[in-house]
């Protein structure tokens, strides 16, 4: 069922997102930001903020590559389902059935609908998995299948809980590999990537294109300064966390997991995908369905996936009902890309969460303004105004209300706390041109458009 947002509360959004996103880059001090949004049946947003090399100087653009990571279990799931609809697998068989090397082992016997479910209580990523530090390489085919057999590898029963596993993926890898009779690479690329037109998508580290690839960096948890860490292929587990890509072709590729689309695959196929199985955690926490990740944000079920990659966090969310997708990929292995894929949700909630405005000039009443205390954004959502603040990684979280009074001031009305300024009034001088010089806050302080806010070098009595 589609109850498709207003395009003017979209567009909105996506203007305060760009202004946003672009602020959280250098506020977060996230070295590279770049974001998609598929909306009203198009790309409706592509950017990227920050720097592609730091070292280099080179500003990251919207082409760059980056590892999408876990993203590959979505692409892994879809190449399944494709094969059970053409007859070839059936979600019930048997691993071994196809990977005959498991014959007789415990993992053998898992279903590709527990592997798919993360539901086989298999081994996360091995007993030794520093290839995730790029201390070793990633596993081969030998390798991950020495894993599989290995019967500490079973680590609790199947459909006991769910227990994420990229382990469990490379087998499904392994599985799509020997029905097929063609690498997982090859099958994806032919089956998904190739028939949506995507250049710029793939499975596997593409050595070819090495310069195209932003850098990925460490963390700043236990060091003041980043340091960049090198790309490597994933080899056999490439069908678990392989897979590339830019934002834009991200997002590209689940506007063909929209209801009414048979680009890739039937909606009944779509559906069985998208149905949470688990409870990844808490009872009110995220679900799992068959490659799926299965979310609430803003009240509403979304669905999408992460990627963690040694260097490059990202996550993408999709909306089936209001039939937006929105990918964000960072280049930092602390980037929280999750809290700003789900900021571009949460702005077109807020912009659709009461009856649009008309009428008044809003506009002129818009902008960033700073004082020594912070910075607050006047922002236009749903034909209203808005007060929120930009260095908050969800800026949704209690925002004021504001209404205009007259040509020059605006009245709290509503939102944030009893902390707050409610019932008072953010006062404007403008300059002859119509820009703004000066407000007075609701606080009564001073503010600023953030461009000419400047800062002594020591803040002294007047």
């Known amino acids: 069922m589609s109850d498709a947002p207003d395009p003017a509360n979209v567009t909105e959004a996506l203007a305060y997102y760009d202004r946003w996103l672009a602020f959280n880059q250098r506020y977060q001090r996230i070295p590279g930001v770049q974001a998609a949004v598929y909306a009203a049946d198009r790309v409706a947003y592509s950017a990227a903020y920050g720097l592609a090399d730091v070292e280099g100087g080179v500003e990251l653009t919207e082409q760059h590559l ?66 995730w530090q790029l201390a070793m390489p990633f596993p081969d085919r030998d390798q991950l299948l020495a894993v599989l057999r290995d019967a500490g590898s079973a680590v609790i029963p199947e459909n006991e809980r ?25 099958h994806v690329r032919t089956t998904i990537v190739g028939k949506l037109g ?11 294109r090495g310069a195209e690839y932003a850098s990925g960096y460490s963390s700043l948890a236990y060091s003041a300064a980043r340091v960049p860490i090198e790309h490597v292929d994933t080899r056999a587990l490439a069908a678990a966390t392989g897979f590339y ?63 963690g990659y040694p260097g ?86 209690e925002p004021q209300t504001l209404e205009p009074i007259d040509d020059c001031s605006l009245l709290v009305t509503g939102g944030g706390t009893g902390y707050g300024a409610y019932g008072e009034t953010y006062r404007y001088t403008f300059s002859g041109d119509g820009a703004v010089e000066s407000v007075r806050g609701s606080s009564g302080l001073l503010l600023h458009p953030i461009d000419a806010f400047h800062l002594p070098d020591r803040v002294r009595t007047a």
Request: charged share 25%.
């Open 312 to 397: 490059h966090i990202t996550r993408s969310l999709v909306d089936q009902g209001r039939r937006i997708a929105v990918a964000v990929l960072t280049n930092a292995i602390d980037g929280p890309a999750v809290q700003l894929a789900e900021v571009l949700l949460k702005l077109v909630d807020l912009a659709e969460s009461k009856d649009r405005g008309e009428g008044a000039d809003l506009a002129r009443f818009t902008g960033r303004f700073a004082n020594l205390w912070g910075v607050v954004d006047i922002a236009v959502l749903g034909g209203r105004l808005y007060a929120l603040d930009p260095t908050a990684l969800d800026p949704t979280v």
């Open 162 to 186: 769910f227990k994420y596993s990229n382990i469990g993926y490379g087998l499904l890898g392994l599985v799509i590999e020997a029905v097929t009779g063609t690498s997982y690479a090859e």
């Open 66 to 131: 980056f590892r999408i990571a876990s993203h590959s279990k979505t692409f892994t799931a879809t190449a399944v389902l494709q094969l059970v609809e053409q007859g070839r697998l059936r979600l019930d068989d048997k691993a071994a059935m196809h990977v005959t090397e498991l014959v007789g082992t415990p993992l053998g016997e898992l279903t590709l609908r527990d592997l798919l479910s993360h539901a086989g209580g298999v081994t996360r990523d091995s007993r030794e998995a520093d290839f």
């Open 245 to 307: 890509g830019t934002a834009r072709d991200l997002v590209t590729y689940w506007s063909a997991h929209l209801h009414g689309d048979d680009r890739l695959l039937s909606d009944k196929s779509k559906r069985l995908m998208q149905h949470p199985l688990w409870q990844t955690g808490a009872e009110d926490g995220p679900r799992y369905g068959l490659g799926l990740m299965v979310v609430k944000v803003a009240k509403r079920d979304v669905f999408g996936h992460g990627g």
């Open 198 to 208: 995507l250049n710029d998508l793939g499975p596997e580290l593409e050595p070819s």
